[in-house]
C-alpha cells in the first residue's frame, strides 16, 4: 500500500511540475507569438498547443491521482482533512472550472493575460494550502 501510494505521489508531484511549468510558459510564448510575423507564429503555435495540451494532461493526472491518494490514506475522508484540505479542494474546483472555460475562450471575450494571472494565482494558491494541510 505505501509503495502504491508514493508511486501515486510522484505521479502527483510529476503533474504539479508540469502544470506549473506550462503556467509560466504559455504566457511567455504568447506574448512572442502576439504581433508576431507568420513565420514566427508557425513555429511557435505547435509549441504552444503542446503546452496546453500537456496542462489539461497534468491537469487530469492531479485530479486522479489526488482521488487516489486520498482514498489510499485518508479512506476517502476529505472532511478530516481540515479547513486548509477544504480550501485546496475548492481551489482546484476553480482552476477546474477554469481550465474548462478555457476551451471554449475564443467564444467568450476574456483577456489571455488576465486569465493566465488568475491561473497562476490559483495554482500558487494550491500549493500553499497543500502544504499547510499536509505540512
Known amino acids: 500500500m505505501d509503495l502504491t501510494f508514493n508511486i501515486l505521489l510522484m505521479l502527483h508531484l510529476g503533474a504539479l511540475v508540469v502544470a506549473g511549468a506550462t503556467n509560466v510558459a ?3 510564448i504568447g506574448r512572442q507569438m502576439a504581433g508576431a510575423t507568420p513565420d514566427v507564429i508557425a513555429r511557435l503555435g505547435p509549441i504552444a498547443g503542446r503546452l496546453s495540451l500537456n496542462g489539461r494532461i497534468s491537469l487530469g493526472v492531479l485530479v486522479l491521482t489526488g482521488i487516489a491518494l486520498l482514498w489510499l490514506r485518508y479512506d476517502g475522508n476529505a ?4 479547513p486548509w484540505f477544504t480550501a485546496k479542494m475548492a481551489l482546484v474546483i476553480g482552476i477546474v472550472v477554469l481550465s474548462v472555460a478555457g ?3 475564443r467564444r467568450i471575450p476574456v ?3 488576465l ?8 495554482l500558487v494558491a494550491i ?3 497543500a502544504v499547510m494541510a499536509f505540512g
Not at 472532511?79 to 481540515?82: D, E, S
Not at 486569465?115 to 490559483?122: E, I, P, T
Request: overall charge positive; hydrophobic content about 55%; proline content about 8%.
Open 26 to 28: 504559455m504566457p511567455l
Open 127 to 129: 500549493v500553499v494550502c
Open 115 to 122: 486569465f493566465g494571472l488568475f491561473n497562476r494565482a490559483l
Open 79 to 82: 472532511g478530516g482533512l481540515g
Open 103 to 105: 476551451l471554449f475562450a
Open 111 to 113: 483577456s489571455p493575460k
